[in-house]
């Protein structure tokens, strides 16, 4: 989930295992989600995006669910390797003006072997 | 492509001084951006720019300023940094828009 502080939360899970991180946006008029992955010392990439109009978006081995009922989003990785190791973001848009990109606080995930 | 590159990877800086944080990319992209992040905080944007000659401000754009001559630069200048200013910067590009970003590598400052 997001982060309280200083701290980044840590989701730690074994290798082959499935891991669910979560992220809970503020603005229930934000109309586009995209995850971010941040390996260490490096910018952010893109991972995936979802529109307001979809629950739920597929990619290779990751998959992302929006419930707007509940302002919340949650982006799963399948088959978690030992390179997903990273920060895990999720910023939401809101349209209309070009700087109008809100970005979470990220969650660590590390992968044990 | 070399993509979006960020020159220095780091630098320390005592309060006061001024310097130039140097972006580029070779995509031809339109919109370029500048952020920071700090521990504990999401990305937050600096100023950006939807195409040369264009540049706008974002969410905590005091203390900076930025200019877009050209498509494929975009440099963000510290006037008089200040030790609030130390973070990590990063630089992005997109093809049309905030929502296609391409980041850089970053550059870590220090202002003592």
């Given at each position: 989930g997001e982060s309280v502080g200083l701290h980044l939360p840590t989701l730690s899970v074994q290798e082959g295992d499935n891991s669910i991180i979560n992220c809970a946006y503020s603005n229930?008029?934000?109309d586009y989600f995209i995850w971010y992955k941040q390996e260490s010392g490096k910018g952010p990439q893109f991972i995936i995006d979802i529109r307001s109009n979809m629950d739920k978006r597929q990619g290779q081995r990751v998959t992302v669910l929006l419930n707007k009922t509940v302002k919340h989003l949650s982006l799963q990785i399948a088959?978690?390797?030992?390179?997903?190791s990273a920060v895990y973001f999720c910023a939401e848009f809101t349209g209309?003006?070009?700087?109008?990109l809100i970005f979470g606080k990220g969650t660590k995930l590390s992968v044990k072997p | 492509n070399a993509g979006v590159t960020q020159t220095p990877k780091f630098q320390v800086l005592k309060t006061g001084q001024s310097m130039t944080l140097q972006c580029a990319q070779?995509?031809?992209?339109e919109y370029m951006s500048w952020y920071r992040q700090d521990p504990g905080m999401g990305l937050r944007l600096i100023h950006y720019s939807v195409g040369a000659g264009i540049t706008d401000q974002g969410e905590v754009p005091n203390g900076y300023n930025v200019s877009r001559s050209t498509t494929e630069d975009f440099p963000l200048r510290l006037l008089s940094a200040a030790p609030s200013q130390t973070s990590v910067y990063f630089c992005a590009s997109s093809p049309r828009d905030i929502l296609t970003q391409y980041f850089g590598p970053g550059t870590r400052l220090l202002v003592l």
């Amino acid at each position: 989930g997001e982060s309280v502080g200083l701290h980044l939360p840590t989701l730690s899970v074994q290798e082959g295992d499935n891991s669910i991180i979560n992220c809970a946006y503020s603005n229930s008029a934000s109309d586009y989600f995209i995850w971010y992955k941040q390996e260490s010392g490096k910018g952010p990439q893109f991972i995936i995006d979802i529109r307001s109009n979809m629950d739920k978006r597929q990619g290779q081995r990751v998959t992302v669910l929006l419930n707007k009922t509940v302002k919340h989003l949650s982006l799963q990785i399948a088959a978690t390797q030992p390179g997903d190791s990273a920060v895990y973001f999720c910023a939401e848009f809101t349209g209309g003006s070009q700087g109008n990109l809100i970005f979470g606080k990220g969650t660590k995930l590390s992968v044990k072997p | 492509n070399a993509g979006v590159t960020q020159t220095p990877k780091f630098q320390v800086l005592k309060t006061g001084q001024s310097m130039t944080l140097q972006c580029a990319q070779d995509m031809n992209h339109e919109y370029m951006s500048w952020y920071r992040q700090d521990p504990g905080m999401g990305l937050r944007l600096i100023h950006y720019s939807v195409g040369a000659g264009i540049t706008d401000q974002g969410e905590v754009p005091n203390g900076y300023n930025v200019s877009r001559s050209t498509t494929e630069d975009f440099p963000l200048r510290l006037l008089s940094a200040a030790p609030s200013q130390t973070s990590v910067y990063f630089c992005a590009s997109s093809p049309r828009d905030i929502l296609t970003q391409y980041f850089g590598p970053g550059t870590r400052l220090l202002v003592l």
